[in-house]
């Protein structure tokens, strides 16, 4: 369940996801895959592979 706080900050980014979605989107993909720590999203990695399928 959410606090009221987190849903006032989920309703904030709101805006921005509309207009800049795309560009994070690909940003964060972009940075996970050439990251020189690996070790540092390998989790992550694995969920979007699973994702991916």
């Known amino acids: 369940m959410l606090t009221d706080s987190q ?3 989920i ?3 709101i805006p921005l996801l509309e207009t800049g ?3 994070l989107t690909q ?3 972009r940075s996970i895959s050439t990251s020189r720590c690996p070790e540092k ?3 992550l ?3 979007v592979r ?3 399928l």
């Open 11 to 13: 309703k904030a980014t």
């Open 41 to 43: 999203y390998e989790q």
């Open 7 to 9: 849903r006032d900050i």
């Open 27 to 29: 940003y964060f993909y």
């Open 45 to 47: 990695r694995a969920v």
């Open 50 to 52: 699973v994702l991916r």
């Open 21 to 23: 979605g795309e560009a």
